[in-house]
């Protein structure tokens, strides 16, 4: 593998790559599902939206991941378990929307912080 593809691309572990993929993965599903239910056939651009959204979400949770925990540091809140996983779907939903977007951030933290760790070493 290239070194660009290695320090990008491979920069998550398989084990967070794999997790993140599969939660990606059931918002496809649902999309899928509900236009399955549809009399029209759906759009070959929201197929390649749904795949390119869906293979980048790892990529834009792990940068999304990388900021929340730069602003709240180690602090802990207690909350409402609903009200948390409320929150968590809404926020896992709106990384895997904005994906294409999002996930250029990720990349780029991982190509560098790959690229100091070389030369590091």
């Known amino acids: 593998m290239p070194p660009l593809l290695a320090k990008t691309l491979g920069g998550l572990s398989p084990a967070y790559y794999f997790r993140q993929f ?6 496809a ?6 236009a399955s239910r549809s009399p029209q056939a759906m759009p070959i ?8 959204n869906t293979l980048l ?3 834009a949770r792990f940068a999304y991941e990388g900021v929340v925990n730069f602003l709240l540091g180690e602090n802990r809140f207690y909350v409402n378990a609903i009200l ?9 939903l709106l990384c895997w929307a ?5 996930a250029p951030v990720g990349l780029i933290y991982l190509y560098v912080h790959h690229s100091k760790a070389t030369r590091q070493s």
Do not use: D, E, N, S
């Open 29 to 34: 599903v649902f999309i899928l599902f509900m």
């Open 84 to 92: 948390l996983l409320f929150v968590k779907l809404l926020t896992m």
């Open 57 to 59: 979400y790892p990529y």
């Open 98 to 102: 904005f994906a294409i977007f999002i």
């Open 45 to 52: 651009g929201m197929v390649f939206f749904l795949v390119v």
């Open 22 to 27: 599969v939660f990606g993965l059931c918002f």
